[in-house]
């Protein structure tokens, strides 16, 4: 499956983007599916996941009530959708899939390229 993650961009803190991720290759339902995030100079951290069908949810507690996570299987789509937007979440964001799980600890067999979002303060 190829992913093509896109939505990413300038924002100020208290905004809100809407971030996309989509699947082609092969139906989105087959996947677990997560999105991850890079700062400068940090490491790739979790973000949020959501199962084949988009019945179970997981997030990071750094965006636990501000990130929404969920996915259009007739669309091939995944989308994150970002509220209250801080400094801190300035980041490439990249989706990954995976056809035997989902959740902070998978290891993700296929990912997109990212895209960036900058929150200015």
């Known amino acids: 499956v190829q992913l093509q993650a896109s939505g990413g961009g300038l924002v100020q803190a208290g905004g809100s983007l809407r971030l996309s991720c989509a699947a082609s290759?092969?139906?989105?339902?087959?996947?677990?599916m997560g999105w991850f995030r890079q700062a400068p100079g940090k490491e790739r951290e979790f973000v949020a996941a959501?199962?084949?069908?988009?019945?179970?949810?997981s997030y990071a507690d750094s965006v636990k009530g501000r990130v929404t996570i969920s996915r259009d299987n007739g669309k091939n789509t995944v989308y994150l959708q970002m509220n209250s937007l801080k400094p801190e979440d300035t980041a490439v964001y990249y989706c990954?899939?995976?056809?035997?799980?989902?959740?902070?600890?998978?290891?993700?067999?296929?990912w997109g390229q990212g895209t960036l979002v900058t929150v200015s303060s």
């Open positions: 290759g092969r139906p989105l339902s087959s996947f677990g």
């Open positions: 990954a899939a995976d056809a035997l799980g989902w959740g902070p600890k998978i290891q993700y067999d296929f």
């Open positions: 959501i199962s084949w069908s988009g019945g179970g949810t």
